[in-house]
């Protein structure tokens, strides 16, 4: 189990003790929303007496947690599941994939149980059933913001489970289900305690971030005495209260979100956008069943930049989509240039067995899927470089992930960085060493097409 989708925390209680106690592994596959799932079954087996195991041989049982999004996410999460159990032999199934138990049990029928997405207790209780707990008052205990698979520094916070949009391309509706929006309240009581744990930066999840609070229809809910509204602004300008980096994801461009604008512009919170735009061309638009692409989203993008010049843009986009034309995705090409996109990651179109455009007409020839995939992104580096390149004198302030040993630096991020997606700030030149969690001020010195160099300020 690779670090990046497995944790084990670490344990202060008798070696006595704890050798007595079942352990469990956990392979966590797909986006930062499962990963939250992932760190509520985890923090629940927690507090029941398991402990983490950091490999297939010394677990008790293992978890995965599948992803389903795309049929080679649904083929990576099959290949795990059989690397467990060939290692493990005990394997309960959860996540998006678990939504389809018969395609798993095709394969693998011998997994112990599948749970859908989100059934955290359903996990637990295959869990108890395969490994019984301990139920030991010493190795029950967690902390109060529960047990992440990220560094302490940084968490995900995941508002709300599925999603409104009919996206003919996407199946995620169908396997988790229409938009739940939690409790303002929930909400901002989960940040404070990342807070009060040592988090310095928040990255707020979901499947459309700016969608939060329609469905409970706004809801107030009492928080510290007073009531507060579950509204997308209303969250950004509470989360900005905390002191700490609070980092927008999976935010859909509708007009409402041009009010959060000027709390970047503020410093409330981090001039940053994760928007999966997914094309720019109106008529593949339209074929997809994009939520707001009515939206005149140059302009819009442009307006932001007037208000907040430092804002940062992350997208996702498609290539290749059913009755994409050369026109259509040159479209796409001069759009991503001109709107300045800084980050971008490309997908190239997948027929997804349930996705309702795969009825679509006109669809891509491979080879034309991966000529224009290399096109996108040979265009999108070129952006991101130029965007880069403005960034070199300035001093600002990074957050500092690790330290590269071999290479003696430090690996930061800037507010325009995302964890795992976005680039880095090598740190080369320091006066004396800095501490990893921390932030650090440091000067621009060079840049390449995703990364900036930097030294100490």
């Known amino acids: 189990m690779s670090p990046k989708t497995q944790a084990s925390a670490p344990d202060k209680t008798p070696s006595k003790t704890l050798s007595k106690a079942p352990k469990i592994g956990i392979v966590s596959l797909g986006c930062p929303k499962a990963l939250v799932d992932s760190e509520r079954i985890i923090t629940k087996l927690r507090a029941d007496g398991y402990i983490l195991s950091a490999t297939y041989e010394d677990a008790d049982a293992v978890i995965v947690n599948t992803c389903g999004f795309l049929d080679s996410a649904r083929e990576e999460s099959l290949q795990a599941i059989g690397e467990a159990l060939d290692a493990n032999g005990k394997v309960v199934v959860t996540g998006c994939m678990g939504a389809e138990p018969e395609r798993i049990t095709e394969r693998h029928p011998k997994v112990l149980a599948i749970t859908g997405p989100q059934q955290y207790e359903a996990v637990v209780k295959a869990i108890h059933d395969a490994v019984p707990p301990t139920n ?244 999108q580096q070129r952006v991101s470089a130029a965007r880069m390149q403005t960034k070199i004198g300035q001093t600002m302030d990074v957050l500092i992930d690790e330290y590269d040993e071999d290479n003696e630096v430090y690996i930061a991020r800037s507010k325009g960085d995302a964890p795992e997606i976005d680039g880095n700030v090598y740190i080369e030149n320091f006066r004396e060493p800095l501490t990893i969690g921390d932030f650090a001020r440091v000067t621009i010195t060079d840049s390449g097409e995703y990364d900036l160099y930097a030294d100490q300020a």
């Open 136 to 379: 030991d008052p010493f190795t029950a205990l967690i902390p109060e913001s529960g047990l992440k698979l990220t560094p302490r520094h940084y968490a995900y916070l995941k508002i709300s489970e599925g999603c409104n949009n009919t996206c003919s391309f996407c199946i995620i509706p169908d396997l988790r289900g229409k938009l739940v929006s939690r409790p303002m309240a929930s909400v901002l009581y989960e940040a404070e305690s990342l807070v009060k744990s040592g988090v310095k930066e928040i990255l707020v999840i979901s499947q459309d971030t700016s969608a939060y609070g329609i469905d409970i229809k706004y809801a107030q809910s009492p928080f510290h005495g007073r009531a507060v509204t579950a509204r997308f602004a209303d969250l950004c300008e509470e989360l900005g209260k905390l002191g700490v980096w609070v980092r927008m994801h999976y935010v859909y461009p509708y007009p409402h979100v041009d009010a959060v604008i000027p709390m970047m512009a503020e410093g409330k919170i981090l001039p940053y956008l994760d928007i999966p735009f997914q094309h720019a061309s109106p008529n593949v638009l339209k074929n997809m069943r994009r939520p707001a692409h009515g939206e005149k989203t140059l302009e819009r993008v442009k307006s932001w930049r007037a208000i907040c010049p430092d804002l940062t843009l992350r997208s996702t986009f498609i290539v290749g989509f059913p009755g994409e034309t050369e026109e259509d995705f040159q479209m796409l090409l001069d759009w991503i240039e001109e709107a300045g996109i800084d980050r971008a990651g490309c997908f190239r179109y997948e027929n997804v067995e349930g996705a309702r455009s795969a009825a679509l007409d006109n669809h891509v020839p491979e080879e034309v899927k991966e000529e224009r995939w290399h096109r996108f992104m040979e265009v």
